[in-house]
């Protein structure tokens, strides 16, 4: 009988992240203070984030970081996420290739955000503070927040992107169960959010709307940290369970990848994926292809700078060398919430400028047409983020069909869609379209980008 799901013992679940930083051949630049344009020292993050991320931040130095056993006493309530072989995919798609899915839809929370919402909250907890304060979009970071939030007792406020919180109203409903208070965003409740809602009374928000709210409250709070899920480098870093998982399960399966897949927004589940399996390119000079699925509409892999950026369209946050579309680009209102976001991480954006790694645009139409096969198939409804990951995956598997080649394809799927059956009402009543970004929009919204040299 063909084996189809591979599952680590808890004894196998990793005791260490992997922190690719140490390994690159070229480390990222570091992030800038706003004002001097200086670089930051992880004193400097501590303002905003905890100490212990901070640090994490600028390791360049120690590739492994040892898991505090209560947070991995915490994964293990979860962990490991199985690894599962796509038969009937492959069937349908009549592919020579062999397609695995690292399903981080399992866990409770049903996304991989939980991997980093833990150990952010630990370490706020054992530094003595007692809020904590974060933004989302699609709403599956705002529900690990929260929760982890929750189990360590720490009160929790999120600015949830406005227009997702209309699509997806369920998420908010789920952060506020676990005690959290949720705010659309822009809001009034912030200066950030009263200046923009000023200049642009309409604004139905995104991720850089939110950061810069989330961030202001976490300034003028004593004892409230930001915390973040996705784009920085300690947030990649505690994604790294995934791949490391992944690696133990390829193993039990005989196999290693040619292709490793995931959607990308900031960049936590594909470099959590990514990332271990990267190493032995690095250090091994082993061959195996890395691609990060975007949205169409919002291109920043194939189609943004490279340049220093804020993360935030106030400009709250330091100065990061990332691949940006600007701080103040406004993405459609596509349905995958989680990808709506300007820029990709430091790692990432340096990986890219080192051809370790390559992006690839969904139109939306395409992601949805991925993940309804995938339900019908594998009989689980994929997050709309997921989906982009799965519409890369199909174009690999095809290709591998038209060479007649056989192919090892890893992709993760990121989180379920159970809470978007809006969307997936709106795709099958033919209510849903593309977006494409003008090259004359993005010319206009990089003008905005600080000059400095790189």
Partial sequence: MKQKKF???EKDIPTQWYNIQADMPTKPLPPLNP???????????????S????????????AWIDIPEEVRDKYSYYRSTPLVRAYALEEALDTPAHIYFKNESTNPLGSHKINSAIPQCYYCKQEGDTNVTTETGAGQWGAALSYAASIYGLSAAVYQVKISMQQKPYRSSIMRTFGATVEGSPSMSTRAGKDIITREPNHLGSLGTAISEAIELATTTPHCKYTLGSVLNHVALHQTVIGLEAEKQMEMAGEYPDKVIACFGGGSNFGGLAFPFMRHNILEGKKTEFIAAEPESCPKLTRGK????????????????MY???????PA??????LRYHGAGMIISQLIRDNYMHGVDIPQLESFEAGMLFARTEGIIPAPESCHAIAATIREALRAKEAGKQENILFCLSGHGLIDMTAYDSYINGDLHNYAVSDSEIKSNLSAVPDIKI
């Avoid at 490279?306 to 060398?321: C, H, I, Q, R, W």
């Avoid at 209102?333 to 989680?338: S, V």
């Fill in 51 to 62: 100490a212990e991320c901070s640090k994490q931040e600028l390791d360049c130095t120690n």
């Fill in 306 to 321: 490279f340049e220093y950026d804020f993360g935030d369209e106030a400009g709250y946050t330091p100065l990061l060398p």
């Fill in 35 to 49: 004002t001097t344009r200086e670089p930051m020292s992880a004193e400097d993050l501590s303002r905003i984030f």
């Fill in 324 to 330: 940006t579309l600007g701080h103040d680009f406004k």
């Fill in 7 to 9: 599952l680590l013992q």
């Fill in 333 to 338: 209102n596509i349905h995958a919430g989680g």
